[in-house]
């Protein structure tokens, strides 16, 4: 069983920054992307960044510049670096990882939701 374990979420000032992991476990196979989304209070959860095996990266136009996403193979483990942060970066953030065969995703998991608040 395919589990996501995510950490590093916390509370920080305006400006500051915060690196969230997300490590995965139950997973023979290596996951062909993982990725960051945030989901705040009566809004959509979107896409704050993504990363394939290869290392392909893709970033939410709200977060480019300023976010980091990176991962270990090795390790099925993903982070997000987020520099320069706003307060409206303040949401839940999941980690995702999914098998993907072309653009058909085949195995989508996510994670328990890390908070991350920004204080102005």
């Known amino acids: 069983q395919v589990q996501l374990v995510e950490s590093g979420g916390g509370l920080v000032q305006a400006g500051g920054s915060l690196r969230l992991s997300c490590a995965a476990s139950g997973s023979t196979f290596r996951f062909d992307a993982m990725g960051w989304y945030r989901q705040d209070l009566g809004k959509q959860r979107e896409l704050v960044a993504s990363i394939t095996r290869g290392g392909i990266t893709n970033y939410g136009d709200s977060v480019k510049g300023r976010f980091t996403i990176s991962r270990d193979n090795a390790k099925n483990t993903v982070y997000l670096q987020m520099n320069a942060l706003k307060p409206e970066d303040t949401a839940v953030y999941y980690c995702?990882?999914?098998?993907?065969?072309?653009?058909?995703?085949?195995?989508?998991?996510w994670g328990q939701g890390t908070q991350v608040t920004v204080s102005s």
């Open positions: 995702n990882a999914r098998y993907t065969v072309g653009s058909l995703v085949t195995g989508d998991y």
